[in-house]
Antibody, heavy 122, light 109 residues
């Protein structure tokens, strides 16, 4: 069974930093591209970042470019999102999301984690 | 303001058919596949349609997808009360950035 479990969410002040982790199981992690997608409470989905199977191709939404860094550790079957210079508008549930097979992140998302809540507030 | 445009809400009676539209541009829907997701309150989204018109295993054939030019459509036949959820379309653009629609709330009357 595919499982994606996020951790590292919490409350942080504007300008602060947070690192999200996603522990995965139930599939061969380095066969898949991965993404982070966020959803502000009561709002729609917003793609944040994606990384291909070996980290050689990475993309970011304009809203987080230069502030967030995606990475992965295939030996630990884990995905990460380092978030710096956080703003109030970054408040959301952050979902770890697996792209369909092929190694690229730019494919339909076939599995989603439940999400980690990040609240940016003074 | 979402890059892809969906109606905020649609409704229909049980057993009826409903369609949800998703409008984009030549740089996103016009040049890539579309996927559709179903989300119940408090849960993670679930993939319903990929590659514009394909269903993952386990998704009933009551759900269908189509794409024409810069628009896509999700169709649901034989509506059930359990289909009440939010539905999102998504695609990728030429710069490998993903876009989602703003979501459509389906009410089964």
């Amino acid at each position: 069974e595919v499982q994606l479990v996020e951790s590292g969410g919490g409350v942080v002040r504007p300008g602060g930093s947070l690192r999200l982790s996603c522990a995965t199981s139930g599939f061969t992690f380095d066969d898949y591209g991965m993404n982070w997608v966020r959803q502000a409470p009561g709002k729609g989905l917003e793609w944040v970042s994606g990384i291909n199977w070996n980290g050689g191709s990475i993309g970011y939404a304009d809203s987080v470019k230069g502030r967030f860094t995606i990475s992965r550790d295939n030996a630990k079957n884990s995905l990460y999102l380092q978030m710096n210079s956080l703003r109030a508008e970054d408040t959301a549930f952050y979902h770890c999301a697996r792209a369909q097979s092929g190694g690229s992140y730019s494919r339909a998302i076939d599995f989603w984690g439940q999400g980690a809540l990040v609240t940016v507030s003074s | 303001q979402s890059v892809l445009t969906q109606p905020p809400s649609v409704s229909a009676a049980p057993g009826q058919r409903v369609t949800i539209s998703c409008s984009g541009s030549i740089s996103n829907i016009g040049s890539n596949y579309v996927s559709w997701y179903q989300q119940f309150p408090g849960t993670a989204p679930k993939l319903l349609i990929y590659d514009s018109d394909k269903r993952p295993s386990g998704i009933p054939d009551r759900f269908s997808g189509s794409k024409s030019g810069t628009s896509a459509t999700l169709g649901i036949t034989g509506l059930q009360t359990g289909d009440e959820a939010d539905y999102y379309c998504g695609t990728w653009d030429r710069s490998l950035s993903a876009s989602f629609g703003g979501g459509t709330k389906l009410t089964v009357l």
